[in-house]
Nanobody, 128 residues
Framework: QVQLVESGGGLVQAGGSLRLSCAASRRTGRTFSTYVMGWFRQAPGKEREFVAGISSSGDSTDYANSVKGRFTISRDNAKNTVDLQMHNLKPEDTAVYYC??????????????????WGQGTQVTVSS
C-alpha cells in the first residue's frame, strides 16, 4: 500500500511556471521504485485526464499532446518522489492535479483505472 501526497500547486499568471511534487510512503508491498507513476488532472465538469507518466526506472516518459514541450515529469527513487515541472502555463491548464501509482507492472498507461493509488490532489489555477 502506498500513500501519495502532492504539493506545489497555486495561482500563476499565463506564461508562468510551477513545479508540483509528490511524496510517496510505502506501508506494505511493493517498493516505490517498482511503480510506474503518473500525473493526471481534472477540471470542473470534465473527466480526469492523463498528463504525464514515467516508468519505474525513470528512463521512459509519456505526455499528453496538450502538454508536450511544456511539462517535464521526473522521479527520484532514492527519495520516493515524482515531480512535474510546468512551464508556459495556459488558462486551460487550470485543474486539480493528482499524482498516481500504476498497478500493472509494465509500460506506462494513460488509463486512470490502471492506477490504484492516488494523492488528494493539488489545485493549479492559471489566470489570463
Amino acid at each position: 500500500q502506498v500513500q501519495l501526497v502532492e504539493s506545489g500547486g497555486g495561482l500563476v499568471q499565463a506564461g508562468g511556471s510551477l513545479r508540483l511534487s509528490c511524496a510517496a510512503s510505502r506501508r506494505t508491498g511493493r517498493t516505490f521504485s517498482t511503480y510506474v507513476m503518473g500525473w493526471f488532472r481534472q477540471a470542473p465538469g470534465k473527466e480526469r485526464e492523463f498528463v504525464a507518466g514515467i516508468s519505474s526506472s525513470g528512463d521512459s516518459t509519456d505526455y499528453a499532446n496538450s502538454v508536450k514541450g511544456r511539462f517535464t515529469i521526473s522521479r527520484d527513487n532514492a527519495k520516493n518522489t515524482v515531480d512535474l515541472q510546468m512551464h508556459n502555463l495556459k488558462p486551460e491548464d487550470t485543474a486539480v492535479y493528482y499524482c498516481a501509482a500504476q498497478f500493472p507492472i509494465g509500460p506506462i498507461t494513460t488509463t486512470p483505472s490502471h492506477y490504484g493509488y492516488w494523492g488528494q490532489g493539488t489545485q493549479v489555477t492559471v489566470s489570463s
